[in-house]
Every structure is written in C-alpha cells, then in structure tokens.
C-alpha cells in the first residue's frame, strides 16, 4: 500500500488529474460501487481521470485506480466504464499490480518514453520518465484473462451489462489495428485483445441475468460531451497534420497523411506503413552541450557539432532563412534503430536563444522520394503570433446525429474538419472501420477548440 500512496502523489504530479469535478465524482461513484463487490472490499480504493490523451487504464498496489481521459472517448457506453473499471480492480484484488511493480523493481530498467520513434540512435534518446515505468506495468496473459473475467464478475454483480467487457475488448483491439498511436496505450501495457475477445465473450454469457441489464449510453455520452480529446495545448497539439504549441509559439506542418505522435521531449511523424520518420525538438531536450549559437559558434557550427556527436555525418548543408529564422538544413548519413543506414535532413533553427531541430529521414535507397515531403515540412516551422497562440483551444468531444446518405468520411471532413480521420471516428463510436453509420445514430465526433 505504501508504494501506491507514493506513485500516487507521483502520477498526479506529473500526470496532473482531469480538471472536471464532475467527471471525476461519475468515475468515482461507479468505480466504488464496483470495489465494494469485489474480493478486496475493504481497501481505501481511489479512482482518478488522469490528464493524458493516451488509450489506457492501470492500477497500482492498495487500491489505486487510473482510467485517462483518452480511453474515456472510445468507450460507448457506462457497461464498457464499469468492464475497464472492472479490470483494473481485478488486477489489485489478485494483486497483479503488486507483483508487476515487483517484477519491474527487481529487474530495474528504465524506460525510453519515445522508444517507438525508431532513431533511438541520438540525438533523439534519453527521453524517459518515473511515471513512465508506472505506466508500462505489463501483466502476463494469464492475469489479463483473469483480470477480465472479475470485471465481468464485478460489473454483473453491480447490474451492469457483462457483455461491457468483450465490447470494450474489441474497441481496443481494433485502435491497435488502425495505429500504435499515444503512447503507452492499453495495448503497451495489456496483452492483445483480439484473442482475450473470445475468451471473454463466453465469460460474460456466463454472468448475463435480468439483474446484469445496465447499460446506460445516454447517460454516459452525456457525462462525457465536452470531453478534452487529444493533446492540452499546455503540450502542444495536433491539428490534421499540423503541430502547434502556443506557449513556445511555434508551428510545423508535418506531410499529410502521417501518423503525428506528440510526447513529452519531442513530436514524432510516421507516414504509416513505412520507415520514414520526421521529429521536432527543442536541442537542449535533445542532451547536447553548447547547443547555443554565439560570436565564436554559428549556427552551422552548432549543427554539424551536434550530429557529428550523434554519429552522423554531413553530406552537405546551407544556412538558410526559415520564415525569418536563421537556420542551418543540413543533410546527414548515419545508422538508426531497427532502420538500418538512412540518410536525414536536419534544420537547426535558432529562436531567440533556443534552437529547434525539425528532421526526417527514411533508408537510403528510399531518402530521395521521402526528401520530397520531409523538406517543404523542414520549411514549414514557424513562429506563432501571440493573437495566434492565444486563440488555440483543446479538441472536444461533441455529437452529431447521422444523416441519410452521411459517412464517417464526409462526417469526419464536414463536422469535424478532419481533426480525426473516418476511421479513427468509426472505431470512436464501436463500429469497424468498413462499417458506415446508420441515419439517426447519435454518434461522438471532435471538433476544434
């Protein structure tokens, strides 16, 4: 219990909790009345919205429970809350949170938040986190079935739908399908769902009565409409294919149609299905020392220096203007992780006394046709205006009844402006994404700020 009370004031630290009361007492109540049903009634249980756009939920030894606002969005309905709610109970009631905590203590790794941005290779390493670790507790597939069958069993017994769990299962499971976006998702932390679907589904037959019939959809979109999805512009946020971090006032536009991933050290893109990859980052996140242009270093001093140091090496470059920023675009041949030797064109743009790094790069053999999007989104960083920083607001979440001859496309590109794409919004609201919406389906969308 000990170790949950101190990650607690931790992850509420550095997570920070979800600035909506009300949402937080909803949450709690269900969460209450699920634990007093549980094998562990008696433990001082705790249930909290924690402010992260990521798909997941964990818990912690003693009764610590975290759902984030991110998987909030993909849930339909209060039978799916109470199965996640459920689930994570289940692992503190047959202690598997205790005994992962135990198992990453003993085996003491750190872990890099950006692992899954492939050039691990500096200069873009050393991104981690405390809360980080918390947030990778991994269960083994034996405790994540068990985990599911007491959300069954819990949920059932506070007379809600069992067939919640297999539902949200499959939600999950198809998010893991489309993208390995935000990071750690669910699937980071629980075993694929594909497989735990048809276990669970059995599972929930089991417990189906006339006392298991909650569903509550209504009620639910209606605690959630408002809902902040995505990125807090304290963060920077992503917009379509556009980054913008109003506290820095700077922007990039990033090629349309990739995967924008937005964590703590650095904003990564992915075209999906490729290895081609794009980061902005701060250099002084990046760890170099003398990352400052002065008299005596300029700016293509500075750059080449730090990519010599990374391990790669310049094949040419040019200072260079970037809307008005003194820039050095240089371009470089080393070796990245799990990619192989890639060549990488790299801007260093001094701001004030900040430099930023805008960089893409791809294999060799691919880098030339890749140059031709990663360089107009190398020219595209620029500085904001204050009126323009100023006027950013979060993504919400909102509704919209569906119409005949509507589909997730045209609804995602006209209600929404593309701030998700058709397919994220179909699994949204728990349909696949080959599935169109029916006329008269109240349905989630999101919609800027």
């Known amino acids: 219990m000990a170790i949950g009370q101190q990650q607690d004031a931790e992850i509420r630290r550095e997570m920070g909790v979800y600035d909506d009361p009300a949402l937080q007492r909803y949450v709690s109540d269900i969460g209450t009345e699920l634990a007093r049903r549980s094998h562990r009634p008696t433990l001082p249980w705790t249930f909290t919205i924690v402010d992260s756009p990521a798909i997941n939920a964990f818990a912690l030894p003693g009764g610590y429970v975290y759902i984030t606002r991110g998987i909030l969005a993909y849930l339909d309905d209060e039978s799916e809350l109470a199965g996640v709610l459920g689930h994570e109970i289940g692992h503190v009631t047959a202690r598997h949170a205790a005994q992962a905590y135990t198992r990453q203590a003993e085996a003491n790794f750190g872990l890099a938040m950006l692992g899954i941005f492939v050039p691990a290779a500096q200069p873009f390493t050393g991104l981690a986190s405390g809360v980080a670790s918390v947030l990778f507790l991994r269960n083994g597939r034996e405790a994540e079935i068990e985990a599911d069958r007491l959300g069954v069993e819990y949920g059932s017994g506070a007379g809600y739908d069992p067939s919640g769990v297999p539902r949200f299962l499959k939600t999950l499971a198809r998010v893991d399908a489309l993208s390995d976006r935000g990071v750690p998702n669910w699937l980071s932390t629980h075993p694929a769902s594909d497989a735990r679907v048809e276990k669970a ?196 979440l909102q509704f919209y009844t569906v119409k005949a001859g509507d589909s997730w496309q045209s609804i995602a590109a006209r209600q929404g402006r593309n701030m998700v794409s058709a397919a994220t919004l179909a699994i949204m609201n728990d349909h696949e994404v080959f599935e169109q919406p029916g006329a008269g389906l109240r349905i989630k969308i999101i919609v800027e700020g």
């Open 201 to 396: 589904a059995p599972v929930a037959a089991t417990f189906a009565s006339k006392d298991a019939t909650r569903v509550n959809r209504d009620e639910y979109l209606e605690r959630i409409n408002n809902l902040v999805v995505g990125d807090n512009p304290k963060d920077g946020i992503v917009r379509g294919n556009e980054f913008l971090h109003p506290l820095l006032r700077i922007g990039v536009t990033f090629p349309e149609g990739w995967e924008i991933t937005n964590a703590e050290e650095a904003v990564m893109a992915q075209e999906p299905g490729t290895k081609h990859f794009m980061v902005l980052q701060e250099a002084s996140s990046v760890g170099q020392a003398g990352a400052r242009v002065s008299a005596s270093r300029s700016i293509a001093d500075v750059a080449v220096d730090m990519m010599r140091k990374a391990g790669y090496t310049a094949v040419d470059g040019t200072v260079q203007r970037i809307n008005g920023n003194e820039a050095y675009v240089g371009v470089y041949r080393g070796s990245a992780k799990d990619v192989g030797q890639v060549t990488m064109r790299a801007a260093h743009i001094a701001v004030g006394r900040q430099i930023y790094v805008v960089a893409g790069f791809a294999p060799d053999a691919d880098f030339a046709l890749t140059d031709r999007e990663i360089g107009p989104a190398v020219q595209s960083f620029r500085q904001l205006s204050s009126r323009e920083a100023s006027a950013i607001r979060p993504n919400r």
